[in-house]
């Protein structure tokens, strides 16, 4: 249980244009997900904290209208990095806290979305 | 806010011995610890974690201890093998269950 899946595992465009990346929890019900960036060789930052039904958080320093959050379901959330430029390049990451049945300060990461703007 | 700081930042051991990975936390509030495997390109894993209330916690070669007076804790992996070789990070959780990450220890176990 607790699988969590991203969708693409990667993908490259063109500087200027937007990407989605979405985050699903498979088999429970995520009222909270996270989303990440991790640039190589280091560890993750915590970009914002995605609530289902309501707005997301985003930490200090992220742009919240580069980045848009979408959590409209209990099992999905979405990351739209708008107005891609190469520095925007970096490996994306989701992940869901659990819910019932599940600890609920555990977080269950999704597999990774490898953004590439050339 | 919260900041995590993890040492050191890689560590080679011989197959077979202990390896030792150590972390300091500075907000007082937080309350869960856990540990994250993660291999080359792949997502991190959950290796073990442990809460406020627990001075130690053990399964099989891995075992984490924490001492919330001094507000350090650190990750224990006994008799280990070439498989363990990944990049291992430590997180605290401040407050929403939110985590915030060190910077990672790239651990290589030699054969």
């Known amino acids: 249980g607790a699988v969590v899946s991203q969708h693409p595992s990667w993908v490259i465009c063109k500087s200027g244009t937007s990407v989605k990346i979405e985050c699903r929890s498979l088999d429970f019900q995520a009222t909270t997900m996270f989303w990440y960036r991790q640039f190589p060789k280091q560890s993750l930052m915590l970009m914002a904290t995605s609530n289902e039904g309501s707005k997301a958080t985003y930490e200090q320093g992220v742009e919240k209208d580069k980045f848009l959050i979408n959590h409209a379901s209990l099992t999905l959330s979405t990351l739209t990095v708008t107005s891609a430029h190469p520095e925007d390049s970096s490996f994306y990451i989701c992940?869901?806290?659990?819910?019932?049945?599940?600890?609920?300060?555990?977080?269950?990461f999704g597999p990774g979305t490898r953004l590439t703007v050339l | 806010g919260e900041n995590v700081e993890q040492h050191p930042s890689t560590l080679s051991v011989q197959e077979g011995d202990s390896a030792v990975i150590k972390c300091t936390y500075s907000d007082s509030a937080s309350n869960y610890f856990p540990w994250y495997k993660q291999e080359l390109g792949k997502r991190p894993q959950l290796i073990i974690d442990i809460r406020s209330n627990v001075g130690e916690k053990k399964d099989q070669r891995i075992a984490v201890t924490l001492n919330k007076t001094a507000k350090h804790f650190s990750l224990h992996i006994t008799e280990t093998q070439p498989e363990d070789s990944a990049v291992y990070f430590c997180a605290a959780s401040p407050v929403a269950q939110k985590l915030v990450f060190g910077q990672g220890t790239r651990l290589t176990i030699n054969p």
């Open positions: 992940s869901a806290r659990g819910s019932r049945g599940l600890s609920t300060d555990t977080q269950y």
